[in-house]
């Protein structure tokens, strides 16, 4: 965690958004994969981290607005914590950590709360994503079922939003440090990537890479040849000659910050021409889509130039047709890219996708389109400098979703559908890069990963 000054000057600008009441922010507690003891990885809620830093289990935080003060609650270390997990930080550690002025057994929480209730003080709290948050927090603030996923308050959403949404430099330093990770897990895996091989040995050494780097995945690895499957999470797969891999992993540092990069590489080593030319495609979008990246402008804008790009390019392999701004204005190119040009990222991969997706990536200037495809765009508002953004355009070949729309005749005007058919098995291609807005434009943040053709040939020994 960073200094104890940090977290209290981060709370101090909290609180120059929210005037009154309290601030109540649970940790995590530890959650049981099969059996009570036998617990997931601890990761600490992102909010907590953000705000006080501490990543151990059973604790809360609590801002008292107008008195100005901060109490963290957690419980003294028994004897039998320390011989099965070692020395742990005793209360006066943790207020000294974490900056807080108190430092209280969480075993009081519930009685300090009822006191507050009753003086009819303003709780604030986010809406909580995990069951035994909910219901701690139903218990505490003595609600009924249900009730606590419409008491949040809006009004700390959206300072937390407002203050996380533009990255400090040690953030920067942060994200960058797990961006060094993630590209030796792209320079292994390309390397080792062959013919005869699982998908499971290549998706295994890119985690070890992750977990050696002292962090871990910032999100369950997609490593596939069925890269048309966007979410795809099985690794049984033989890789063959003439196969592509798409590969989406990004590791997360120490302290808990995000990466979140793709590639697209042959397990040959070289590229077929089809593949070139779909890989291309994509490339360009990417290239187009950032250069129209700036401070203002919203990003929206910025997904609707990858579109018009690909279907550009797509025309010219004979796979769409018509007038290409009509065509993206009807949206025909969801068919080959029905997700959106990025999101944010931060201690999240999707940066505080709990507070709301809508209330972190759009506003009153831009809204979130209904249409296929420019709906699952999550950020779309304009960007200030200091905000990390993930650029990520691909094509993909989905065989249901081809039928489907064929069936409907769906863009019938803008879609070769009899010229589609040769390319069903295909899969897909998608190139992610993580950015940091700057006054000028944008920078790409960390060391750069293969990205064009020549690169990644040569990184795949081909
Ligand atoms: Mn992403």
């Given at each position: 965690?960073?200094?104890?000054?940090?977290?209290?000057?981060?709370?101090?600008?909290?609180?120059?958004?929210?005037?009154?009441?309290?601030?109540?922010?649970?940790?995590?507690?530890?959650?049981?994969?099969?059996?009570?003891?036998?617990?997931?990885?601890?990761?600490?809620?992102?909010?907590?981290?953000?705000?006080?830093?501490?990543?151990?289990?059973?604790?809360?935080?609590?801002?008292?607005?107008?008195?100005?003060?901060?109490?963290?609650?957690?419980?003294?270390?028994?004897?039998?914590?320390?011989?099965?997990?070692?020395?742990?930080?005793?209360?006066?550690?943790?207020?000294?950590?974490?900056?807080?002025?108190?430092?209280?057994?969480?075993?009081?929480?519930?009685?300090?709360?009822?006191?507050?209730?009753?003086?009819?003080?303003?709780v604030h709290i986010l809406p909580p994503y995990r069951a035994e948050t909910r219901q701690a927090l139903e218990r505490l603030l003595i609600l009924s079922k249900g009730q606590v996923s419409t008491k949040y308050s809006e009004e700390l959403i959206r300072a937390m939003v407002a203050q996380r949404s533009v990255k400090e430099a040690r953030e920067l330093a942060e994200i960058e440090s797990a961006?060094?990770?993630?590209?030796?897990?792209?320079?292994?895996?390309?390397?080792?990537?062959?013919?005869?091989?699982?998908?499971?040995?290549?998706?295994?050494?890119?985690?070890?890479?992750?977990?050696?780097?002292?962090?871990?995945?910032?999100?369950?690895?997609?490593?596939?040849?069925?890269?048309?499957?966007?979410?795809?999470?099985?690794?049984?797969?033989?890789?063959?000659?003439?196969?592509?891999?798409?590969?989406?992993?990004?590791?997360?540092?120490?302290?808990?910050?995000?990466?979140?990069?793709?590639?697209?590489?042959?397990?040959?080593?070289?590229?077929?021409?089809?593949?070139?030319?779909?890989?291309?495609?994509?490339?360009?979008?990417?290239?187009?889509?950032?250069?129209?990246?700036?401070?203002?402008?919203?990003?929206?804008?910025?997904?609707?130039?990858?579109?018009?790009?690909?279907?550009?390019?797509?025309?010219?392999?004979?796979?769409?047709?018509?007038?290409?701004?009509?065509?993206?204005?009807?949206?025909?190119?969801?068919?080959?890219?029905?997700?959106?040009?990025?999101?944010?990222?931060?201690?999240?991969?999707?940066?505080?996708?709990?507070?709301?997706?809508?209330?972190?990536?759009?506003?009153?200037?831009?809204?979130?389109?209904?249409?296929?495809?420019?709906?699952?765009?999550?950020?779309?508002?304009?960007?200030?400098?200091?905000?990390?953004?993930?650029?990520?355009?691909?094509?993909?070949?989905?065989?249901?979703?081809?039928?489907?729309?064929?069936?409907?005749?769906?863009?019938?005007?803008?879609?070769?559908?009899?010229?589609?058919?040769?390319?069903?098995?295909?899969?897909?291609?998608?190139?992610?890069?993580?950015?940091?807005?700057?006054?000028?434009?944008?920078?790409?943040?960390?060391?750069?990963?293969?990205?064009?053709?020549?690169?990644?040939?040569?990184?795949?020994?081909?």
């Amino acid at each position: 965690m960073f200094e104890a000054n940090v977290y209290r000057a981060r709370r101090r600008e909290l609180r120059k958004s929210i005037k009154t009441g309290i601030i109540l922010l649970p940790g995590h507690a530890e959650s049981p994969m099969n059996y009570a003891e036998n617990t997931y990885p601890f990761r600490q809620d992102s909010t907590f981290l953000y705000y006080i830093g501490v990543n151990r289990p059973g604790l809360w935080a609590m801002m008292d607005i107008e008195e100005n003060q901060t109490t963290i609650f957690g419980r003294e270390p028994t004897v039998d914590d320390v011989i099965w997990s070692g020395l742990q930080p005793t209360l006066g550690e943790l207020r000294e950590c974490t900056g807080a002025d108190r430092a209280c057994d969480v075993a009081d929480l519930a009685d300090i709360l009822s006191a507050m209730i009753s003086e009819k003080r303003e709780v604030h709290i986010l809406p909580p994503y995990r069951a035994e948050t909910r219901q701690a927090l139903e218990r505490l603030l003595i609600l009924s079922k249900g009730q606590v996923s419409t008491k949040y308050s809006e009004e700390l959403i959206r300072a937390m939003v407002a203050q996380r949404s533009v990255k400090e430099a040690r953030e920067l330093a942060e994200i960058e440090s797990a961006l060094t990770i993630t590209h030796e897990m792209y320079r292994v895996a390309m390397q080792s990537v062959q013919e005869g091989k699982y998908e499971r040995e290549i998706a295994g050494l890119a985690e070890g890479i992750a977990i050696s780097g002292g962090g871990r995945l910032a999100y369950p690895c997609i490593l596939t040849k069925h890269g048309q499957v966007l979410h795809n999470h099985n690794y049984h797969r033989r890789l063959e000659s003439g196969d592509l891999i798409v590969q989406d992993t990004g590791a997360a540092a120490v302290s808990g910050y995000a990466s979140d990069i793709t590639r697209t590489y042959p397990v040959s080593g070289i590229f077929s021409s089809r593949q070139r030319e779909i890989y291309q495609a994509v490339l360009d979008a990417l290239t187009d889509a950032l250069s129209g990246i700036q401070p203002g402008r919203p990003f929206q804008i910025c997904h609707l130039i990858a579109a018009r790009t690909l279907t550009s390019r797509l025309q010219q392999i004979g796979l769409m047709r018509g007038d290409p701004d009509e065509s993206v204005a009807a949206g025909a190119h969801a068919l080959f890219f029905p997700h959106g040009l990025g999101h944010m990222m931060g201690l999240d991969v999707h940066d505080m996708e709990n507070l709301g997706e809508d209330l972190v990536g759009y506003d009153d200037q831009i809204q979130r389109s209904r249409q296929f495809g420019l709906c699952a765009l999550r950020f779309g508002r304009s960007p200030a400098p200091g905000f990390v953004l993930t650029v990520e355009p691909g094509c993909y070949f989905i065989g249901p979703l081809m039928d489907h729309w064929r069936s409907e005749k769906r863009h019938e005007a803008f879609i070769n559908y009899e010229a589609l058919a040769a390319w069903r098995n295909f899969g897909g291609v998608r190139i992610e890069e993580n950015i940091v807005v700057t006054p000028e434009g944008y920078r790409i943040l960390g060391p750069p990963i293969p990205r064009t053709i020549t690169e990644v040939e040569t990184a795949c020994g081909g």
